[in-house]
C-alpha cells in the first residue's frame, strides 16, 4: 500500500496551490479520502474529506471557501487545491483512505508534503 503526496512548496500569501495523492495497492474507488496537515507544535488536523464516489465532501471551518477536496477514480488520485493561502496553512499536509469493513477499520497514510505559505 502506498499514498505518495506531491505538490507542495513555498508560496506567498494570497496564492495557490494543488497537491495530489497518488495511491497504489489497495481498492482506492472503496475508500474515503481525506486531507490532514500538521502544523509544528500542533496536533494533526483534518483538513478537508471526500466519500468514494465524491458524493459528499467536508472541510474544516478554517478552509472552507477556499479549499477544495477532489478524487479521480480512473486514476487512483485525490487532490487538494488550495487558494488563498494564509500564514496559517503552513504545514505538513498528509492524505489518508479509510474504509471500514466488517467491524474492522483500514487506515493508511502518506509520508506528507511540506506547505509554507510566507512573503
Known amino acids: 500500500v502506498q499514498l505518495v503526496e506531491s505538490g507542495g512548496g513555498l508560496v506567498q500569501p494570497g496564492g495557490s496551490l494543488r497537491l495530489s495523492c497518488a495511491a497504489s495497492g489497495f481498492t482506492f474507488r472503496s475508500y474515503d479520502m481525506s486531507w490532514f496537515r500538521q502544523a509544528p507544535g500542533k496536533e494533526r488536523e483534518l483538513v478537508a474529506a471526500v466519500t468514494t464516489t465524491s458524493v459528499s465532501t467536508t472541510y474544516a471551518d478554517s478552509v472552507k471557501g477556499r479549499f477544495t477536496i477532489s478524487r479521480d477514480n480512473a486514476k487512483n488520485t485525490v487532490y487538494l487545491q488550495m487558494n488563498s493561502l494564509k500564514p496559517e496553512d503552513t504545514a505538513v499536509y498528509y492524505c489518508?483512505?479509510?474504509?471500514?469493513?466488517?467491524?474492522?477499520?483500514?487506515?493508511?497514510w502518506g509520508q506528507g508534503t511540506q506547505v509554507t505559505v510566507s512573503s
Open positions: 489518508k483512505a479509510n474504509r471500514r469493513l466488517a467491524q474492522v477499520q483500514y487506515n493508511y
